[in-house]
């Protein structure tokens, strides 16, 4: 009797891996370990696939599957993404081709300009897919970071009471929703040849535009602004109004230092920290 390919995965999540790609071999496991999601890399007649699958708490898979259903098109027909080969939304499990490179993180090419060039022109046409307008959209953010700050933290008590009483002064004006990648970073990049290419949809969701430059501004772009330069110069317009921008960094700040004490990664934990103190201008406590 052939061995399971991994035994945190479901027996039901097995079984169609095992009908999907019957002669399948885990080459390597690309799960991170902090949250349910397996990522396991696999061999099949010759071809490589990652499979990917959520546990019983997991709200990512659903996000991803329908980025690869309705969003990846501006990037699958370049080979810059996956195409999807198989899935199962009830079973939160999908299969998709393997996409070759390097990661981009730790690498020479996250220092380098043109990475980030590619990255911004990739995130351009992602973003030109469609606009919706949605007049609720700052007040279902205002409510999901107060939220967070009810949630256990080691946010200092009195800047969280500042946090509060700013939010709940925010104006909540229309915003305009486009298909964002949510994760928009080194570490969801390949290349290949000097080639960009994207990977991890699990965040993909409607939302600003300018929510997708967090992540970059809050890393790469603080230690290098040349890299900040050659990622506009690639994405055209920049999306970033002050107003809308301060916000999107105070709850981008707050979400990262809530949810990493929530899964025990202290490292990132003390990035968020450090976003808050300088979102709001102040010194790191």
Known sequence: MRRPISPRLSDRQRELLREWLPSAEVLKDHSWGLVGTVVLELLHNGERYIAKAGDAADRHLARELRAH?????????????????????????????FLPGELVEGSPAEWAPDTYRQAGELLAAFHRQSAVPDDAYETRENQRILTHLAKPHRINPVLADRLRAEIADWPTPPAVLVPTHGDWQPRNWLTDDG?????????ADLRPAYTDFVRLAAQ??????????????????????????????????????????????EAFEQQGHRMIAEAVGETPL
């Open 220 to 265: 790469q772009f603080r230690s290098m602004p040349a890299l900040e330069t050659a990622f506009v110069s690639g994405y055209g317009p920049d999306p970033r109004e002050p107003d809308v921008w301060h916000r999107a960094r105070i709850r981008e700040a707050v979400s990262t230092a809530v949810w990493a004490h929530q899964v025990g990664d």
């Open 69 to 97: 259903r309705n969003w990846l098109t501006p990037w699958t027909a370049q080979g810059r993404a996956p195409q999807l080969i198989r899935a199962d939304s009830d079973a939160k499990l999908l299969l998709t081709q």
């Open 195 to 203: 080639t960009i290419r994207i990977i991890d949809f699990g965040r």
